[in-house]
């Protein structure tokens, strides 16, 4: 389990999307799988709507619409990675609904992803929650998540 999830100030993250919850290590993109931009977890979506994994605050929204930064209510921050290359598509096929400063629970939609547009460019739809602060090791099974369901960690 992460450090940032210990203690009193523990921060519950949820699923941000209906899906398939994996590992980081299965994500085929080598700077997720490897955990250059932190630890994390991801889910290969069923839906197109993303929802925030956390209660916190939207601290920022890369102009690619493809990545969103979150900060939990005790100050941890959250990376949301929507799909593997999207970056390349240049906020195409992507609705963010929230601004930055926004207050955001589980149950706040963050954005809408068109996967059939993904899929059509060659991109893959996988959601990256990354925590780039942490740097405890803990493992997650692969199983089936809908939004907002909490993930228990090992």
């Known amino acids: 389990m992460f450090s940032m999830f210990k203690k009193k100030s523990q921060s519950t993250i949820c699923s941000p999307a209906d899906g398939q919850l994996i590992p980081l290590s299965e994500v085929s993109d080598p700077v997720f799988s490897q955990g250059m931009m932190g630890p994390g977890f991801a889910v290969e979506p069923t839906s197109n709507e993303i929802f925030s994994p956390i209660t916190g605050t939207v601290t920022s929204i890369f102009p690619t ?20 290359d999207t970056v390349e598509l240049q906020g195409q096929g992507f609705e963010i609904l929230v601004s930055e400063t926004n207050k955001v629970t589980p ?6 992803v068109d ?7 060659g991109k893959k739809s996988t959601i ?27």
């Open 128 to 154: 990256m929650v990354l925590f780039p602060s942490v740097t405890d090791t803990y493992s997650i099974q692969s199983q089936s998540v809908e939004a907002s369901e909490e993930i228990t960690f090992k």
């Open 107 to 112: 149950k706040t939609k963050l954005a809408v």
């Open 115 to 121: 996967r059939e547009y993904l899929k059509s460019q």
């Open 65 to 84: 619409k493809h990545a969103i930064g979150l900060e939990t209510s005790d100050g941890k921050e959250v990376l949301i990675h929507i799909g593997i």
